[in-house]
């Protein structure tokens, strides 16, 4: 079934109850009147129609929809429905450490910290805000085990936690950490991903990372970005355990194109990107899917387009085509090769040297040919990527990303 926007839900309830009040006096109507109801009618049930979003289940799903209708499947094979605890008093002369996700795959980094400082005999919660629940709780069924408490007003808290932990400091929680600060409660924050680290292409001075007491940087990149501030190098568990795991080898053509133009950052040329993306595909005669991010708004005249994530894609893709994201790390780090495409002219400086790892293309001619240049015959790209990924992602195969992570927090939860 396809799935119906919220304003279509809206626009069939309203149809269906005034269809229902018409009825009952219908006779007693005007005839002009009862015309013109008709047309208003057909006019809303027809702009109800238009603005539906096609999506990953109908059945005109071009070109793949034998892995779609497969990934769609395994994400929807829920063991059960997460909800959050209310948050109460623990009572214990230990306070526990705070840990804090804003999005699904930051439970790969929080949950294996948490586990770490529980091994130390660190007590920890993880507690979810109102805001980033819908990106977080179906994530949550991967650890039926978990407590996950609601997140209160920091006020509240402020006597039962010892530090706090956040994957970022800016948006929804950029309140929370200045008043954690405030009333002197440590705040640690770990870099989620690739970060626009000065806000080149953003139109807010976010300064993201730049209000915490120690920053646990994913690799050099990071902590070269923010000297300014007291950071550590840790890695990152997912991107780590994604490295070490077998490549994706695909031998079916399939370019996933990355559509992320989310938080107001360059949404004016989300058209010229995705033309020129979609263009290049054609012409290559390239298979493809474009895939939305959450948090994208963009309504794309296309039936190749799928809310199923980048991530869920990539083991069944032969290249990622992005602009600046995380998804490129991940791809990376899983083997699929990857080509970031800025025909916009991004200026964000952590794409700017691939050091041989990918292509960089400005224009759909461009990308075209890069696509074509790509070898045919399933190949590990990890041999590609190394030297950027390692810069940029440090990894210790003797000491896990959640295991340096728990040594450097473990002074500060413990004071």
Sequence with gaps: MESLSRVRRFIVLFVSVWAGLLASFWEELDPILRGATVLVGVFLVAFGLLRQRPTTATAEMDPRMDILEQVVADETRRPWSPSTMPWLATGASTKPMLLIPAADYHLAEIVPIARELNRRDIPTRIAIGVSPWERTWAALSAYPELDVFALPEVDEMSNDVSAVLVMKDTGSLGPLVRRCKELGIPTLGKVEGAQDFWDSDTPDARLPYRNLDLVLCQGAFDAEALSDR??????????????????????????????????????????????TAMEACDQAAVPYVISLHPAERAQVDSNRVTSISASRLLPRATVLISRFSTMPLEAMARGVPFIYHNPHAETVKTFADPMGAFEVTQSADQLAQALRSLDPAPTDARLRCAPFFSHHVDIDRDRPSELRAAEAIAPIATR
């Design 230 to 275: 007291e950071s550590i190098v840790v890695g990152s568990t997912r991107l780590e355990r994604l490295w070490w795991a077998p490549p994706a080898t695909s031998t079916r053509p399939l370019a996933v194109i990355n559509l992320n133009f989310v938080y107001g950052v360059r949404t004016a040329d989300r058209k010229l990107w995705l033309d």
